[in-house]
């Protein structure tokens, strides 16, 4: 009877266990069920897991709708141009502070960490302001140029975290052989953070990817809409009957890329969130 | 060049690192030049020269974003500026707080529904990731598979493409989650009186929130007159302004996955002789878990809490998507964030903008302080 007892402790702990990752991934499973149906099988009075005849009505017609293809593009080429330049910003900013002794090091180093407690909300409007100023309304600068300046206090922080676990010898023995600081960061620490700056570009990806406020305040014209402002658009209260079949294959063509990234910066991902919450 | 925006971005964004690279290198021989002043060593001074080059793109990035904004934002904030009218800002001292603050009822409205998200949504958020942790933790196989699936709600989050997706499901009428709610009530009647009690409470919560934003609490008296809800009610999610925020309280508990590896990765710090001599002792699971993992796990509550209540602090996404445009919906819904979006954007009041967004760093400031001051009742870190 003892023995029994674990097992069967066991058994329901994998059932609510299967339960919840049922429940967790069901918006996901009803979004792409959804995305084959018809029109009224969308807003059928009864339960419809799977539709009857799936219908790839809905891709086809999207594929053909231009502003949709656009505004996949217009958020592939603002994420990849964003995502090298602050990433590659953060690595000189995290190595200057794991590498370098520089006076006023600890000093900046605790400015930068105070930054995360600024909303980033609270700077929009004086933000726009200068946008507006500088012609840039209405274009991808202001989406994507601020990130360049190392943008993501908490990135920088997690990459400064790996880089000072590399051993001092290493950048010693390099500078005796005539590096300088440059080739050291390019060519010594960069290799060997290859993990750390996986993960960093993984939540990077996904932040900018996600995006919705920036891009809703500074690109004004639906040629320039990334993907999360256009797909909003396609949800409007204003009508009686929402074309969901549409709008649910719009999600589903916005999600792939996040998935995709997920399943394979995963294990990345895990680590990440762990190491950046619990070091600081 | 500006027709093609592709192009233009390119370009400036050259512009930007050659920009990036010049101010570094300037503030590069500037910290030289003052470590010559000092008298420092030939290596220190290479060491300064090093260090502020390749922390400058972050100090200029900190100066131009961050500093400068802040500095006009607090004077416009004293000021009627609006970004389209070509006059110049007229000083108004602090009429704009003080309209905020004592007037401005839709300010209150926001904060209040802020706070029903804090005080309702973050505690439930916050459970369930234990939960869920809790019940990880126990050396599944398979854990990973689950791990990961509760954290992709995260990196889905609050992408507009989902949010559409649970719009479609909390519809009332035909939205998956109210049709298996009838479904599971029809197949085991005594739900039923649990459903009924969960939207009765709730009903109750939010109307006492919404008396709160208005100063008014007839709503409150209404659903406590109307009694116990009828045996066919369903939640409104999406319809009624007493469940817009349970249907943004929803989102935040389906993304607790965040949390869950933070307690997670806690759990599994806890030395397992401590559990082992607990058994011998006597102490059962339900014991052992309050009077050991609970104390120990309290530093990464306390993370948990700061980090979600600025995040709660800050709901955009969710309000945006869900409630935009619904007149009648709206005010028992908009965040803090979403009216400083709306104020700031739609009327393009920049100098009652900027005052709003003063007053929610503030909110935000104090809550974080309290949060650190409070710490010492309740987080043992002297267990590690």
């Known amino acids: ?280 | 060049m500006r027709e093609n925006p592709y192009l233009y971005a390119l370009v400036t964004a050259v512009a930007a690192i050659i920009f990036i690279v010049l101010s570094s290198y300037g503030v590069g021989l500037l910290a030289r030049f003052f470590a010559k002043l000092t008298g420092a060593t030939r290596r220190k001074q290479e060491n300064t020269f090093a260090g502020y080059l390749f922390a400058s793109p972050w100090i200029v990035g900190f100066l131009i974003f961050v500093i400068v904004p802040m500095g006009f934002s607090l004077y416009w904030s004293f000021t009627d500026y609006r970004v389209i009218s070509n006059q110049p800002a007229n000083w108004v001292g602090f009429d704009n707080y003080t309209q905020l603050i004592l007037k401005d009822s839709g300010f209150r409205a926001s904060i209040i529904n802020t706070l029903y998200l804090t005080a309702i949504g973050l505690p439930l958020q916050m459970a369930v990731a234990l939960f869920l942790a809790v019940m990880l933790s126990q050396n599944m196989r398979g854990e990973r598979i689950f791990r990961m699936a509760f954290y992709l709600p995260v990196i889905l989050g609050f992408n507009t493409a989902v949010l559409l997706a649970w719009r479609l499901m909390l519809n009332t009428g035909t939205g998956i989650i109210n049709q298996m709610i009838r479904a599971a009530i029809q197949a085991f009647p005594p739900l039923g009186y649990v459903n009924r009690a969960i939207i009765f409470a709730q009903e109750l919560a939010s109307a006492f929130f919404l008396g709160l934003s208005n100063g008014k609490f007839t709503l409150l008296t209404k659903v406590w007159e109307a009694g116990f809800p009828a045996a066919n009610r369903v939640p409104l999610w999406v319809q009624s302004p007493l469940w817009s925020k349970m249907s943004v309280v929803l989102l935040m508990i389906w993304g607790c996955g965040a949390m869950m590896l933070i307690f997670l990765a806690g759990l599994k710090n806890i030395p397992k002789e401590l559990h082992e001599a607990a058994e011998v002792d006597g102490a059962n699971s339900w014991k052992r878990f309050w009077k050991i993992s609970f104390p120990l796990l309290t530093p990464y509550i306390f993370y948990n809490l700061i980090v979600g209540m600025i995040n709660a602090l800050q709901i955009f996404e969710p309000i945006y998507v869900l409630y935009r445009d619904n007149q009648p919906l709206i005010p028992s819904a908009m965040s803090m964030v979403y009216y400083l979006w709306q104020a700031s954007f739609s009327h393009f009041e920049i100098g009652y903008g900027s005052a709003i967004s003063w007053v929610i760093f503030i909110i935000i400031l104090i809550v974080t302080v309290i949060q650190f001051k409070m710490q010492d009742r309740w987080v043992h870190y002297d267990l590690y």
Request: aromatic letters at 16%; proline letters at 6%.
């Open chain 1, 1 to 280: 009877m003892r023995e029994i007892f674990p097992i069967i402790k066991r058994i329901l702990l994998y059932i609510f266990l299967t339960g919840a990752t049922i429940l967790m991934s069901f918006p996901l499973f009803w979004m792409i069920s959804s995305s084959l149906k018809t029109l009224e099988e969308t807003n059928s009075a009864g339960i419809i897991w799977f539709p009857k005849a799936p219908t790839l009505a809905a891709y086809i017609s999207i594929f053909q709708n231009e502003a949709f293809l656009r505004s996949y593009f217009n958020t592939v080429f603002y994420t990849t141009l964003s995502l090298v330049g602050t990433l590659i910003s953060i690595a000189v900013v995290a190595y200057a502070f794991s590498r370098i002794e520089w006076p006023g090091r600890e000093l900046v180093f605790f400015l930068m960490l105070s930054t995360m407690l600024i909303p980033p909300q609270a700077l929009i409007v004086p933000q726009y302001v200068f946008f507006n100023k500088l012609k840039w309304v209405g274009t991808f600068n202001p989406i994507i140029i601020p990130g360049f300046f190392a943008g993501g206090a908490a990135m920088v922080f997690l990459l400064r975290q790996s880089m000072s676990q590399i051993p001092k010898e290493l950048d010693e023995s390099a500078f005796v052989d005539g590096a300088n600081h440059i080739q050291i960061f390019w060519e010594v620490v960069m290799p060997l953070i290859k993990a750390p700056l996986a993960t960093v570009a993984t939540f990077l990806f996904v932040g900018l990817w996600n995006s919705l406020l920036a891009p809703l305040m500074y690109l004004q014209t639906v040629d320039l809409y990334t993907l999360p402002v256009y797909v909003s658009t396609l949800y409007n209260i204003n009508l009686t009957v929402q074309q969901w079949p549409t709008i649910m294959t719009a999600a589903v063509l916005t999600t792939v890329p996040l998935m995709v990234v997920f399943f394979f910066a995963q294990r990345f991902i895990l680590e990440g969130v762990v190491v950046s919450g619990l070091k600081g």
